[in-house]
C-alpha cells in the first residue's frame, strides 16, 4: 500500500518552505482497488490483469497525499468507521502522513470500494465505485475546533452538510476555500458563495450549463473569482477576476490518469499558498499531475523523480 513518505523521491519540492501550511480536505474516501489490463471486459468476458495495486483513493483523500507529499500537513475529514476497510484506508492516509478527522467514527458499514480497470496502451481508466451518498453526516459533526491553525480548505462536495458548516467557519476565520468540482452535486450552490478558487472537470455540469462558458458564467455569478476547467490532456481554461485564457498542459505519453485530477487539486492547494497566484498555480499544479499520469497507480509517481 505504497512505500511510505521516507522512500519518497524529492521531485519537484525545492519550493518547500520551513513555515509548514496545513490543509484541511473534506469529502469522500474510498478503498481502491486497481488493476492494469489490455481494456476493461465485455460482458460474460474474464480480463488477466498484468498489474495491480490497492491504495485509499476519492478526491480529498487523494488530494491530502499530494498536498501532504508537497511538505505540508493535511488532514482528511470524513466517513471511515470502524469495518476492516476503513483500517485499510486509515493505514494507507497514515503512511503518508495525512491525520485522519472521522466524522462517524462508530460507523460499522464499510466504506466505499472502487473497482477500477487502467487500459495499458492509453493510461485510460474504468471505474465502478459507491460514493458517499450512503454515508452523509450532518453539520452537527462538525466540531469548531477543527480550523485550527489551518491554512486552506478543499471541499469536494461529497459531503454537502459538513461542506456547508465547514465553509462558514472558514469564512469567519478567513481561510480560503478551493472547491473540487468534479461534478456537479445538488447542495453545492449553498457553498460557492464561500468559494475562493474552484478549479473544475469539464464534468462538472451546474443546473442549465452544458458547455465552458455557461459554467463560467454560474459561478461568477455565484460571487467566484478565479475558476478553472481542467480538460485532461488538453489546455486548462481559467476565468480569473475577469480575465480568460488557457494554460497548455505538459504532453507525455500516459501510463494511467486515474487520480490524476485529485493530484492536480492538492498540488494546486500547495502552490498557491507559496505564490497566491492563479495562472502560475495551475501551471505548477498541471505539471504535478502530467508526472503522475507516466505511472501505475496514484502513489508510484511519490517515488520517481
Known amino acids: 500500500m505504497g512505500h511510505g513518505r521516507d522512500a519518497h523521491a524529492t521531485y519537484l519540492r525545492t519550493d518547500v518552505r520551513v513555515d509548514m501550511k496545513s490543509g484541511l480536505f473534506l469529502g469522500l474516501a474510498t478503498l481502491d482497488l486497481v488493476y492494469l489490463a489490455v481494456g476493461p471486459s465485455g460482458e460474460n468476458q474474464k480480463v488477466v490483469a498484468s498489474d495491480f495495486t490497492i491504495a485509499a483513493g476519492g478526491p480529498a483523500a487523494n488530494a491530502a ?34 491525520r485522519i ?5 462508530g460507523r460499522s458499514h464499510s466504506p466505499p ?47 454537502i452538510a459538513a461542506s456547508q458548516e465547514i465553509a462558514q467557519l472558514a469564512k469567519s476565520k478567513n ?19 464561500f468559494v475562493e478558487w474552484a478549479v473544475c472537470s469539464e464534468n462538472f455540469h451546474p443546473p442549465n450549463c452544458d458547455n465552458s462558458e455557461q459554467v463560467f458564467a454560474y459561478l461568477t455569478a455565484a460571487g467566484i473569482s478565479h475558476i478553472a476547467i481542467t480538460r485532461g490532456e488538453k489546455s486548462i481554461l481559467y476565468l480569473s477576476n475577469g480575465t480568460c485564457g488557457h494554460i497548455e498542459t505538459p504532453q507525455i505519453q500516459a501510463t494511467d490518469t486515474l487520480g ?36 501505475f497507480g496514484t502513489r508510484t509517481w511519490m517515488n520517481k523523480g
Not at 71 to 92: E, S
Not at 101 to 105: G, K, Q, W
Not at 175 to 193: A, R, Y
Not at 274 to 282: A, G, K, P, V
Open 260 to 295: 490524476a485530477g485529485d493530484i492536480f487539486h492538492g498540488a494546486f492547494c500547495h502552490y498557491i499558498l507559496q505564490n497566491n497566484n492563479f495562472t502560475d498555480t495551475l501551471a505548477a499544479a498541471a505539471k504535478i499531475a502530467s508526472h503522475s499520469c507516466k505511472n
Open 175 to 193: 481561510i480560503p476555500i478551493v472547491l473540487d468540482g468534479g461534478s456537479w452535486k445538488p447542495g453545492l450552490e449553498e457553498i460557492l458563495p
Open 101 to 105: 478527522i472521522d466524522l462517524e467514527p
Open 65 to 98: 497525499v499530494t498536498f501532504s507529499y508537497l511538505g505540508n500537513a493535511a488532514v482528511w475529514a470524513g466517513v471511515l468507521g470502524t469495518h476492516a476497510i476503513a483500517q485499510l484506508i486509515r493505514a494507507d492516509l497514515a503512511e503518508y502522513n495525512v
Open 113 to 159: 470500494v472502487s473497482s477500477i480497470i487502467v487500459t495499458e496502451a492509453t493510461g485510460d481508466r474504468s471505474v465502478i465505485s459507491l460514493n458517499a451518498t450512503k454515508s452523509q453526516v450532518d453539520s452537527q459533526t462538525i466540531n469548531p475546533d477543527i480550523l485550527t491553525s489551518v491554512s486552506i480548505v478543499l471541499l469536494d462536495g461529497h459531503q
